[in-house]
């Protein structure tokens, strides 16, 4: 089978590796769409985001954003059958704490992800344990499946946080893949939605995704321009998807009085000014990363049910074999989501 691999700095090679076995509890699962993500390019730009990565890694096959079908299983398992239709959850955990046991693997001290320590999607094939399979409906295509895990999973907790709905107001800071997922939910919620981008090009997308408003900070004062939509109040509630600074701030800055901002970025540092932008204002700030495993039904159901359709964010589609096309153009930020399909 095929597999893409980070041999080295900003070098993809693909690779005819063996076929994987599942064990006790695991199954093998046929790739069908398995999505790039910012995460992957850490691991091209050999920079780190999870502790547990060092110089193994170079053999490990990246991909934590996949679906496929269960192939063959392994022994023991019970939950999941040949030819189920699934997407993946990305986390592996200890299995005992009470993060873990409430469904909250990404949370576990002992957490591991797919694609980082242990072979990832980029793959024809790979094993999984069985209670990583999360059963895809019958109307989710793959490339739906794919992008409804870290994208449309992590947005969908975080707008179901901001308690968003035909009445509340988002501004959703940053409209890369995430930000732009996160236009799909928040308008799948009847949320009014503010987008807010650097980019004039994403300002086109997210307006095509459904964005009451776009503001271009080069171009304009995004809290100035939020208040006077607002009647000077402020919006309800954002997301931030962008690092650093400047995104934070300005979510902390634009929100209402009991306001609530869901953090999604990573990010390493910022400064913010916590007397003005959280005690007199009674500011929540919510971080929010992935998903309980016990919400996939949900946010499946909730993707499918109100015709989210994900694939708008999809900017291209490759073969396995083409990833090393694929990673330095999705690495230009040119595009949007570009996933690894398998016919
Ligand atoms: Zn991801
Ligand atoms: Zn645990």
Known sequence: MLA???????????????????GKGEVLIRMKASALCRSDLHRYHGTTIFDEEDEKSAYITP?????????????????????????IYLG????????????????????????????GAHADFMTIPEENCLLMPEKMDY?????????????????KSLELNGTKSVAIIGCGPMGSGGILIAKG?????????????????????????????????VVEEINRITNRIGVDTAIVTGGGNAPLN????????????????????ATIDPSNQFLRKRTELIGCWYFNRADW???ANFIVSNNIEMKKICSKTFSISEAPEAFPLFDSGATQKVVFVWE
């Open 92 to 119: 592996l955990g200890c299995g005992t704490c009470p993060d873990c046991l409430r469904g909250d693997v990404m949370l576990c001290k002992e957490f591991k992800c797919i694609g980082f320590a242990v072979n």
């Open 189 to 221: 919620f009847g949320a009014k939605v503010i987008a807010v981008d650097l980019d004039e090009k994403r300002l086109e997308m997210a307006r095509e995704l459904g964005a009451d408003y776009t503001f271009n900070p080069a171009k304009c004062n």
């Open 4 to 22: 893409a691999k980070l041999p080295r700095l900003e070098t993809v090679e693909v690779v005819e590796e063996e076929m994987p076995t599942p």
């Open 63 to 87: 991909g934590h954003e996949p679906c496929g079908i269960v192939e063959e299983i392994g022994e023991g398992v019970t939950k999941v059958k040949k030819g189920d239709r699934v997407a």
């Open 143 to 159: 490339i739906t499946g794919a992008l409804s895990t870290d994208v449309g999973g992590t947005l969908y907790t975080a707008c």
């Open 297 to 299: 039904e949900e946010i």
């Open 250 to 269: 300005t979510a902390l800055d634009a929100v209402r009085t009991r306001g609530k901002v869901a953090l999604i970025a990573e990010s390493n540092k």
